[in-house]
């Protein structure tokens, strides 16, 4: 088992907020079927990893707070 990983850029993104992180309505079923999943939060980073690389683009919708 061997999980592939995506750094992605979002402005003001720290490792101390809080974050609510969820996929678009569209990418849901894509997100799901291929275990995707948030796995650091970092400095105006988000890196995700999933269990299968995903064929098509998922867009994410990310709230921060604090």
Not at 27 to 32: D, L, W
């Amino acid at each position: 088992w061997q999980q592939t990983a995506q750094a992605i850029t979002v402005s003001g993104m720290r490792s101390n907020k809080l974050a609510m992180i969820c996929p678009d309505p569209a990418s849901f079923q894509t997100y799901r079927d291929n275990g995707v999943f948030c796995r650091i939060q970092g400095y105006n980073s988000l890196t995700f990893a999933c269990d299968i690389v995903p064929q098509q683009d998922i867009t994410m919708n990310v709230v921060m707070w604090g």
